[in-house]
Nanobody, 119 residues
Framework: QVQLVESGGGLVQPGGSLTLSCAAS????????MGWGRQAPGKQRELVAT???????NYTDSVKGRFTISRDSAKNTVYLQMNNLDPADTADYYC?????????????WGQGIQVTVSS
């Protein structure tokens, strides 16, 4: 089993920056991809950034050029650096990890952390 714990959320003004962290623990050896999703009130959860175990990144269009995902494999931690934040980025942010064990895919999510962009 994989456990994911997010940290770093909070309130930030428009145009500001914030960095989220996600520490993975447990059976982390089968994790091949980690990422961040978000869910705004009344909307579906969307995956905004992912990074593979080989460091290949992918972003949804709305955050390209503003968000950067990175990972520290030694610490089993993934980060989301968010710059030039907009009120539209207000949401609960969730860490995600995809794991393969015995050819079975497992999708793990953290508890979520709130990010509010407001003046």
């Amino acid at each position: 089993q994989v456990q994911l714990v997010e940290s770093g959320g909070g309130l930030v003004q428009p145009g500001g920056s914030l960095t989220l962290s996600c520490a993975a623990s447990g059976n982390v050896f089968g994790i091949y991809l980690m990422g961040w999703g978000r869910q705004a009130p009344g909307k579906q959860r969307e995956l905004v950034a992912t990074i593979t175990s080989k460091g290949i990144t992918n972003y949804t269009d709305s955050v390209k050029g503003r968000f950067t995902i990175s990972r520290d494999s030694a610490k089993n931690t993934v980060y989301l650096q968010m710059n030039n934040l907009d009120p539209a980025d207000t949401a609960d942010y969730y860490c995600n990890a995809e794991e393969i064990v015995a050819n079975i895919l497992y999708d793990h999510w953290g508890q979520g952390i709130q990010v509010t962009v407001s003046s």
